[in-house]
Nanobody, 122 residues
């Protein structure tokens, strides 16, 4: 059982930045960030492997504004979010992937954090 703990969410004005952190109790194969707003399906944001620097971003407009990274010594994955928009408001979840290949489906992830709320005011 892998435990994931997210932190770093909060309230920010449009155009601002936040950095989310996700500390894992152990490393698996890969890590992903997802987000969800009430009434909508959970949406893939970005993924990164533990063994290499490969990254994968959603096509939803986050590429170029969001950056996923990892710190192996701390078993921690980050999501740096810049130029935040109102539509980025969501609960953000990190997840531990079951493959080295970076995936966008939530069924490819075995363990999930509790989520952290990001609210962007317009």
């Amino acid at each position: 059982q892998v435990e994931l703990v997210e932190s770093g969410g909060g309230l920010v004005q449009a155009g601002g930045s936040l950095r989310l952190s996700c500390e894992a109790s152990e490393r698996t194969f890969s890590m992903g960030w997802f987000r969800q707003v009430p009434g909508k399906e959970r949406e893939f944001v970005a993924a990164i492997g533990w063994n290499d620097d490969n990254t994968y971003y959603a096509d939803s407009g986050v590429k170029g504004r969001f950056t996923i990274s990892r710190e192996i010594a701390k078993n921690t994955v980050y999501l740096q979010m810049n130029s935040l928009k109102f539509e980025d408001t969501a609960v953000y979840y990190c997840a531990a992937g079951r493959t080295f290949a970076l995936r966008r489906r939530d069924s490819d992830y075995d363990y999930w954090g509790q989520g952290t709320q990001v609210t962007v005011s317009s």
